[in-house]
């Protein structure tokens, strides 16, 4: 079978929950709603509905965000799914990369934040003993980034690419290269984010985004595809989930 007719259904399924997000002017209008109902609201009528149709307005804002998280989690197995067999587990473990922050907590904090023990793919590693935590860490899908880490602390995202580049098929060196593009990206973002470098991270992922759209529409029918729709989807989760919490925690009031 060629390549073409093995990507051929995940790129349709990548095209149509590609067309469901908004664009910049779309944006911009929902990030001019002052109240939390009305937004959602909008969203509900939209073809974002997948994604807001389990928020609520009465939500606090731990509930929302691990909401969003629960979906994106639900939705990388869905886009696996549509993958040819060989390449569903390099697609699986990019809901690993989603966790950096959480890990980043659970490494380097003695006290677990009540969103971690709350978060059912998070919860077993909220353990009260730093060591214990650890152990439970090194021992679980995470234990890839877990070694980098313990390696080289702020490691996390080199771990997790190296473990990735091992889950890939043989493919040609232009769709390699295409992969190694992206996760250069990936990597280079979440240096700066780890590091303070950027104080200014939604300039950062608007610059990330202008990259990943060509790339995406270059991609088409290669593995690439899926791993740059996903990257493009988390940023716009991103978006949703700043709007809803400036809404949730300022009441409408504009932050910088």
Known sequence: MSRLHRFAYAQTRLQAS?????????????????????????????????????????????????????????????????????????????????????????????????????????RTFALDDPN???????????????????????????????????????????????LEWLAGQLYEQQEMLASGELHDSRAARQRLMTGLLPEFRQRTFQPAAAFLHLAITAIHLERLRGVLLRLLLFGGERVA
């Open 18 to 122: 590609h067309a469901c997000f908004p664009g910049e002017a779309e944006w911009q209008r929902l990030e001019a709603i002052t109240h939390t109902e009305h937004l959602l609201d909008r969203l509900r009528t939209s073809p974002m509905r997948p994604w807001v149709s389990s928020l609520n307005a009465q939500m606090d804002a731990h509930r929302m965000e691990q909401t969003l998280r629960l979906l994106f989690r639900d939705y990388i197995d869905a886009v696996a799914l549509w993958q040819p067999p060989e390449w569903q587990a390099a697609v699986q473990w990019t809901k690993r990369l989603a966790d950096v922050a959480a890990l980043q907590h659970l490494l380097e904090h003695s006290v677990t934040a009540e969103w971690i023990r709350s978060d059912p793919a998070l």
């Open 132 to 178: 214990r935590r650890v152990r439970a860490l090194r021992e679980s899908a995470y234990a890839p980034m877990i070694e980098a880490w313990r390696n080289e602390p702020q490691r996390l995202v080199s771990g997790w690419d190296r473990h990735w580049q091992t889950l890939w098929p043989r493919t040609s060196t232009a769709e390699r290269r295409a």
